[in-house]
């Protein structure tokens, strides 16, 4: 436990002194709910009823910023050999590398969206339901990334073959997760989270085995 | 029973062997059932008392729809034989299978789309059936993206055989998320439930699909010796060059 703890902790002290690497996703989630107003006009009824669809939509958008450098830096200066030489999995790797992100990158999605539903009008009860899955979600949204960050790594594409990779996966955890007025949705959201949470380490963890040939 | 020695076929030559014999049986067996299935289908068998004689579309529609579903399984099944048993020509397999599953979905997308419009009044519905489709259409490019977007074609296909493991734990769950999601919001919609095809509509559907599933084992086959061809030529320019080096 503690080797995971320690492999978390060096992901958030990275992402610490990067702070554009939290920073980023946060301003894009941002910007996608000021961009809708301007789209689909003020009236905030119509806003309202839109907000919990385009704040996941938002999330989701912005979990797949961060995939490019998930493995490509470590990749690149040694990092992911000097690890396999220490003879730590890659399956806890990928484990810790989930966490973190789900930490760096679901944790200041979740301050945010406050202010993202206030933009959009919508009301304090539904906010209040919706961020429990919002914070459930963003596990699996971080497995995803995870998973496609492991699988993409070398590969030529960038941003359009990520998204190609993660959108499908992501669409139980989307349904699920923005309908949080609806009976039963919640728990589903959670539970095809916890599902992605419990597949991605394991997929990332051979697909970075696999790509050190 | 003795089981069936799987190992002779990861040679390469015997697999090629069997290939080149299989292909062509396959391929006139399958355009031969394809064709019986679609004229009777076509021009035999009688409308449906509904829908008229737009449901002719389903001898083309229900197959492609049943091969792309099974082929993505057959490709997860390769995919775990290559990861386990480092299997070659598995690996191979999944590249061969691809792209060919990837067109019985889009297949299946089209004339869905084309049946919708004078069924439904409209291209395109997020009926639960469709939907699930469009993502299991999407999660076929994902692979084929992923194998080509690897400079280091090995690799790639390793990566792709992750994708499409991942994927098919996770198909149970999108074709279930999709569908509650879909009575919710839209109660009724024109369906056929299996057990109620009326014998002369199954026959020619049976039929249709015998072709459609021989025709896919043919294109898999044919993709496949191009594939070990290609292998072999790569192979013998590099050793082409050693050697004048």
Known sequence: MSLLWRLIRRDLQLMAGRPGEWLMPLMFFLLVAILLPFAIGPEPRLLARLAPGLLWVGALLASLMPVSGLFALDAADGTLDQLAVRGIATETLATARMLALWIGFGLPLLLAAPLAAMLLNLEADVLLKLLPGLAAGTLGLSALAVVAASVTLGARGGGGLVALLVVPLAIPVLLFGSRPMEPGAPGLALASSLLLAAVAPFAAGAALRAGRG | ?245
């Not at chain 2, 090629?16 to 031969?32: E, F, H, K, M, N």
């Not at chain 2, 490709?75 to 990837?102: C, D, E, F, N, T």
């Not at chain 2, 296909?157 to 569908?179: D, Q, R």
């Open chain 2, 1 to 245: 029973m003795a089981a069936p020695d799987f190992h002779a076929l990861a040679n390469p030559l015997r697999f090629q062997r069997l290939a080149v014999a299989l292909t062509p049986w396959l391929l006139a067996l399958g355009l031969g059932f394809l064709a019986v299935g679609l004229g009777i289908g076509l021009f035999v068998a009688p409308p449906d008392y509904l829908q008229g004689e737009t449901v002719r579309i389903l001898y083309v529609h229900v197959p492609s729809a049943w091969f792309a579903m099974g082929g993505y399984l057959g490709m997860m099944l390769a995919s775990l034989a290559a990861m386990i048993w480092k299997h070659p020509l598995a690996s191979l397999s999944v590249r061969a299978i691809a792209p060919v599953g990837a067109t019985f979905a889009a297949i299946c997308l089209v004339t869905g789309s084309i049946w919708g419009r004078p069924t439904w009044g409209t291209w395109w519905v997020w009926d639960g059936r469709l939907t699930s489709m469009l993502v299991l259409f999407l999660l076929y490019l994902g692979v084929i993206a992923l194998i080509h977007l690897h400079d280091d074609k090995a690799r790639g296909l390793k990566m792709a055989g992750v994708l499409a493991v991942v994927g098919s734990i996770n198909l149970p769950i999108i074709k279930f998320s999709v569908e509650w999601w879909n009575t919710l919001h839209q109660p009724a919609s024109i369906r056929l439930s299996g057990s109620s095809i009326h014998p002369d509509m199954l026959t020619p559907l049976m039929f249709s699909a015998v072709g459609f599933l021989l025709l896919f084992a043919a294109l898999v086959f044919m993709r496949m010796r191009a594939l070990i061809a290609e292998q072999r030529l790569e192979v013998r320019s590099l050793r082409r060059v050693a050697r004048a080096g």
